[in-house]
Nanobody
Framework: QVQLVESGGGLVQAGGSLRLSCAAS????????MAWFRQAPGKEREFVAAISWSGGRTHYADFVKGRFTISRDNAKNTLYLQMNSLKPEDTAVYYCAARDGLYYRTQREDYNYWGQGTQVTVSS
Protein backbone atom coordinates (compact mmCIF):
# COMPACT_ATOMS: atom_id res chain seq x y z
CA GLN A 1 0.00 0.00 0.00
CA VAL A 2 1.15 3.57 -0.67
CA GLN A 3 0.18 6.76 1.15
CA LEU A 4 -0.07 10.03 -0.79
CA VAL A 5 0.04 13.61 0.48
CA GLU A 6 -0.45 16.58 -1.85
CA SER A 7 0.85 20.10 -1.29
CA GLY A 8 1.42 23.31 -3.20
CA GLY A 9 -2.12 24.47 -3.81
CA GLY A 10 -3.26 28.01 -3.16
CA LEU A 11 -4.76 31.18 -4.58
CA VAL A 12 -3.28 32.60 -7.78
CA GLN A 13 -4.35 35.15 -10.37
CA ALA A 14 -5.29 34.13 -13.88
CA GLY A 15 -2.17 33.69 -15.97
CA GLY A 16 -0.10 32.69 -12.97
CA SER A 17 1.63 29.44 -12.08
CA LEU A 18 1.65 26.87 -9.30
CA ARG A 19 3.55 23.64 -8.75
CA LEU A 20 1.80 20.83 -6.95
CA SER A 21 3.71 18.08 -5.22
CA CYS A 22 2.59 14.64 -4.09
CA ALA A 23 4.78 12.87 -1.56
CA ALA A 24 4.48 9.10 -1.49
CA SER A 25 5.36 6.72 1.32
CA UNK A 26 4.95 3.03 1.93
CA UNK A 27 5.77 0.70 -0.91
CA UNK A 28 8.28 1.38 -3.68
CA UNK A 29 7.15 4.49 -5.52
CA UNK A 30 8.54 3.37 -8.87
CA UNK A 31 6.18 0.37 -8.85
CA UNK A 32 3.26 2.69 -9.54
CA UNK A 33 1.98 4.67 -12.46
CA MET A 34 0.71 8.02 -11.19
CA ALA A 35 -1.86 10.59 -12.16
CA TRP A 36 -3.46 13.89 -11.23
CA PHE A 37 -7.22 14.35 -11.17
CA ARG A 38 -9.29 17.35 -10.18
CA GLN A 39 -12.77 18.01 -8.92
CA ALA A 40 -14.57 21.33 -9.08
CA PRO A 41 -17.64 22.03 -6.93
CA GLY A 42 -20.68 20.23 -8.26
CA LYS A 43 -18.71 18.36 -10.91
CA GLU A 44 -17.33 14.88 -11.37
CA ARG A 45 -13.69 14.17 -10.61
CA GLU A 46 -11.84 14.37 -13.92
CA PHE A 47 -8.52 13.22 -15.31
CA VAL A 48 -5.79 15.85 -15.71
CA ALA A 49 -2.49 14.10 -16.42
CA ALA A 50 -0.73 10.77 -15.96
CA ILE A 51 2.80 9.39 -16.02
CA SER A 52 4.30 5.93 -16.32
CA TRP A 53 6.48 4.36 -13.65
CA SER A 54 9.74 5.65 -15.10
CA GLY A 55 8.45 9.03 -16.24
CA GLY A 56 9.10 8.07 -19.83
CA ARG A 57 5.50 8.33 -20.91
CA THR A 58 2.98 11.04 -20.10
CA HIS A 59 -0.57 11.83 -21.12
CA TYR A 60 -2.69 14.95 -20.68
CA ALA A 61 -6.31 15.95 -20.87
CA ASP A 62 -6.89 18.22 -23.84
CA PHE A 63 -7.80 21.17 -21.64
CA VAL A 64 -4.33 21.29 -20.03
CA LYS A 65 -2.10 20.41 -22.96
CA GLY A 66 0.63 22.99 -23.39
CA ARG A 67 -0.04 24.51 -19.97
CA PHE A 68 0.55 21.72 -17.41
CA THR A 69 3.51 19.36 -17.06
CA ILE A 70 3.50 16.17 -15.01
CA SER A 71 6.79 14.74 -13.76
CA ARG A 72 8.14 12.47 -11.06
CA ASP A 73 11.34 11.98 -9.09
CA ASN A 74 11.52 8.34 -8.04
CA ALA A 75 14.57 9.00 -5.88
CA LYS A 76 12.50 11.48 -3.86
CA ASN A 77 9.23 9.49 -4.01
CA THR A 78 7.50 12.59 -5.33
CA LEU A 79 5.08 13.41 -8.13
CA TYR A 80 4.75 16.94 -9.51
CA LEU A 81 2.32 18.98 -11.55
CA GLN A 82 3.63 22.25 -12.93
CA MET A 83 0.68 24.43 -13.86
CA ASN A 84 1.24 27.52 -16.01
CA SER A 85 -1.13 30.01 -17.65
CA LEU A 86 -3.78 29.16 -15.10
CA LYS A 87 -7.41 30.00 -15.84
CA PRO A 88 -10.36 30.50 -13.49
CA GLU A 89 -11.84 27.25 -14.83
CA ASP A 90 -8.81 25.40 -13.42
CA THR A 91 -10.17 26.09 -9.93
CA ALA A 92 -10.67 22.72 -8.22
CA VAL A 93 -9.36 20.34 -5.62
CA TYR A 94 -6.44 18.49 -7.18
CA TYR A 95 -5.78 14.87 -6.23
CA CYS A 96 -2.83 12.64 -6.92
CA ALA A 97 -3.47 8.95 -7.46
CA ALA A 98 -1.39 5.80 -7.71
CA ARG A 99 -2.14 2.74 -9.76
CA ASP A 100 -0.95 -0.84 -9.13
CA GLY A 101 0.83 -1.10 -12.47
CA LEU A 102 3.67 0.40 -14.41
CA TYR A 103 1.63 2.14 -17.10
CA TYR A 104 -0.96 4.83 -16.74
CA ARG A 105 -4.67 4.83 -17.32
CA THR A 106 -7.04 7.78 -17.51
CA GLN A 107 -10.09 6.46 -15.65
CA ARG A 108 -10.42 7.14 -11.95
CA GLU A 109 -11.55 3.57 -11.25
CA ASP A 110 -8.16 2.32 -12.47
CA TYR A 111 -6.36 4.00 -9.55
CA ASN A 112 -6.08 2.27 -6.22
CA TYR A 113 -4.69 4.95 -3.90
CA TRP A 114 -5.60 8.61 -3.48
CA GLY A 115 -4.34 11.60 -1.58
CA GLN A 116 -6.56 13.96 0.38
CA GLY A 117 -6.38 16.71 -2.24
CA THR A 118 -5.09 20.27 -2.38
CA GLN A 119 -7.21 23.30 -3.28
CA VAL A 120 -6.26 25.42 -6.28
CA THR A 121 -8.15 28.67 -6.75
CA VAL A 122 -7.58 30.90 -9.76
CA SER A 123 -9.01 34.40 -9.59
CA SER A 124 -9.97 36.39 -12.68
Amino acid sequence: QVQLVESGGGLVQAGGSLRLSCAASGRTFSNYAMAWFRQAPGKEREFVAAISWSGGRTHYADFVKGRFTISRDNAKNTLYLQMNSLKPEDTAVYYCAARDGLYYRTQREDYNYWGQGTQVTVSS
